[in-house]
Structure formats: structure tokens, C-alpha cells
């Protein structure tokens, strides 16, 4: 089946550092998503891609659709304590448009930010 | 208002207990989902209902059984509950022409 990589597993940071994640998938994607899990809460979209070649930015965040259309990265420039979370990446298996979609989510990334 | 809220929020029960998880939605989103997070904070898909079909069954175990009566809502029937069901499960709707997912707060589940 679909597999999504993501990297780094966990991440320990001071707070104003960057910070960089990225996914990787064994088949093309025509969407990648970004998402962000705060505890005790439900995963929240931060940023959605839907081209390749696509370097899209939400404030301090900026994602990038890998022109392979296998990966993206999320980076995160000067990191604030409310960073703290994971960060999951996703992808449907399906174009987007079908009802019948499936995102699959990469394995997720736990953020620490230290003030 | 919450666009997607489940209930309970934290669920505590014996092994082979019966329990449900009710969701709702407010998007009028045609397309509904079940994600199960382990405690590695996997997330991995469940079940999809498209306007009250079943549309994914991801070879869940058929101790697992959701019900949709109306396309706002997705409930979540567990029978004879193991250990290995303690998880946090979490509710979503489809924008489809995003294909964005909006999720619920989760409700976690706790067996002994």
C-alpha cells in the first residue's frame, strides 16, 4: 500500500531557531497537505499544495510540493513556544475532487521548542 | 459553533464491554471518516461514509461498526473491546474540492 516517510521523528529546538521536516512518498502525489496536532486536539491543516513546483507560505510557515511529485517539506522560520505539536504530512491516494477519498498521513513529527 | 464534535471526549471501560462514539458535523460535508491514533500518534483510517454509504472499510475488525443515519452524522459501535482498542479515535468530513479534512477533537479510548 501507499507509504508516506516523514523526517525527523522528533525535533528538540531553541526557541527563534528554523526548523525544516519532510515527507516522502513511494507513489505521486497530486496533493500534499500539512497538518498540525496541538495536545488534546485534533489534527488542523496548516497548508495545502496542489502543484508541483508549488512553494506556498502561511505566516511563518512555508511547504513545498517537490516537483517528483513524491515529497514536500514544511520549514518553520523562528520558532515560538506555541510551535509545539506534531506536524503530520498527508496525501490522498485519489485525485482531489472524489468523494471517495483516502488521505494517508505520514508517521508525524513532535516538535519542542524550548524557551 | 464546533464544525465537527464527537462525544465522549474520554471513555474508560472493562475489556469486552460494548461502548459507541457518536460524531457530528455542521459543514455539510458529504463525506465522513473514522482515524484510529495509537499511542505512537499513528493515524491511520478506519472507515469512510459517503451521504450514509459506506464507501472505505480499511479491514478493520468486525467487532468495529459504524453507522451513519444521515450524512451529519457517523457513529462508532465497538463490541467485545480488547486492550488493543485503547487509542484516541478522531472523526472527520471531506471538503472534497479541497480536499481538506476537518477533524474532530478525538475521543480517547481507554480499556482495562
Known amino acids: 500500500g501507499q507509504q508516506l516517510n516523514q523526517s525527523p521523528q522528533s525535533m528538540f529546538i531553541q526557541e527563534g531557531e528554523d526548523v525544516s521536516m519532510n515527507c516522502t512518498s513511494s507513489?505521486?502525489?497530486?496533493?500534499w497537505l500539512w497538518y498540525k496536532q496541538d495536545p488534546g486536539e485534533g489534527p488542523v491543516l496548516l497548508i495545502a499544495?496542489?502543484?508541483?513546483?508549488e512553494l506556498t507560505s502561511n505566516g511563518r510557515l512555508t511547504a513545498q510540493f517537490g516537483i517528483t511529485r513524491k515529497d514536500s517539506f514544511l520549514n518553520i522560520s523562528a520558532s515560538i513556544p506555541s510551535d509545539v505539536g506534531i506536524y503530520f504530512c498527508?496525501?490522498?491516494?485519489?485525485?482531489?475532487?472524489?468523494?471517495?477519498?483516502?488521505?494517508?498521513f505520514g508517521e508525524g513529527t513532535q516538535l519542542t521548542v524550548n524557551p | 459553533d464546533t464544525a465537527v464534535s464527537q462525544t465522549p471526549k474520554y471513555l474508560v471501560t472493562q475489556m469486552g464491554n460494548d461502548k459507541s462514539i457518536k460524531c457530528e458535523q455542521n459543514?455539510?460535508?458529504?463525506?465522513m471518516y473514522w482515524y484510529k491514533q495509537d499511542s505512537k500518534k499513528f493515524l491511520k483510517i478506519m472507515f469512510s461514509?459517503?451521504?450514509?454509504?459506506?464507501?472505505i472499510n480499511e479491514t478493520v475488525p468486525n467487532r468495529f461498526s459504524p453507522k451513519s443515519p444521515d450524512k451529519a452524522h457517523l457513529n462508532l459501535h465497538i463490541n467485545s473491546l480488547e486492550l488493543g482498542d485503547s487509542a484516541v479515535y478522531f472523526c472527520?468530513?471531506?471538503?472534497?474540492?479541497?480536499?481538506?479534512?476537518?477533524f474532530g477533537e478525538g475521543s480517547r479510548l481507554t480499556v482495562l
Open positions: 472527520a468530513a471531506l471538503q472534497v474540492w479541497t480536499g481538506e479534512l476537518f
Open positions: 498527508a496525501g490522498p491516494a485519489t485525485p482531489v475532487g472524489f468523494s471517495g477519498s483516502r488521505l494517508t
Open positions: 507513489s505521486i502525489f497530486n496533493t
Open positions: 461514509y459517503n451521504n450514509k454509504e459506506l464507501i
Open positions: 459543514l455539510g460535508h458529504d463525506t
Open positions: 499544495l496542489y502543484k508541483a513546483g
